[in-house]
């Protein structure tokens, strides 16, 4: 069974830092670009980061640029979202995706992820 989970959510103050990973099992996602979303209440599903297979290539959404980072270690077949410099409006559910195809490059559109974890929530406090 594959599965994606993902850890390190919680409730934290404005300009905090988290760190968010997401651990792979069931199969190796080292061939597949990843991706981390978000989902606030009422909002659509919408991109934070992604990285290709590599890790040679990442990208981000505008509202989070220069304070996030997304990585990966393919040998944990793990990926990671370190946030930095926390704004109540980073507030959502966030999740961590793959696609399906190996070797492609990284998408913007959550349509595009085959595997999908279950969540984990971040709150940031004014």
């Known amino acids: 069974q594959v599965q994606l989970v993902e850890s390190g959510g919680g409730l934290v103050q404005a300009a905090g830092s988290l760190r968010l990973s997401c651990a792979a099992s069931?199969?190796?996602?080292?061939?597949?670009?990843m991706g981390w979303f978000r989902q606030a209440p009422g909002k659509e599903r919408d991109i934070v980061a992604c990285?290709?297979?590599?890790?040679?290539?990442?990208d981000y959404a505008d509202s989070v640029k220069g304070r996030f980072t997304i990585s990966r270690d393919n040998d944990k077949n793990t990926v990671y979202l370190q946030m930095n410099s926390l704004k109540p409006e980073d507030t959502a559910v966030y999740y961590c995706?793959?696609?399906?195809?190996?070797?492609?490059?990284?998408?913007?559109?959550?349509?595009?992820?085959?595997?999908w974890g279950q969540g984990t929530q971040v709150t940031v406090s004014s």
């Open positions: 990285i290709s297979w590599s890790g040679g290539s990442t």
């Open positions: 995706a793959a696609e399906g195809s190996s070797y492609g490059g990284y998408s913007y559109q959550a349509s595009d992820y085959e595997y």
């Open positions: 069931g199969r190796t996602f080292r061939r597949n670009a």
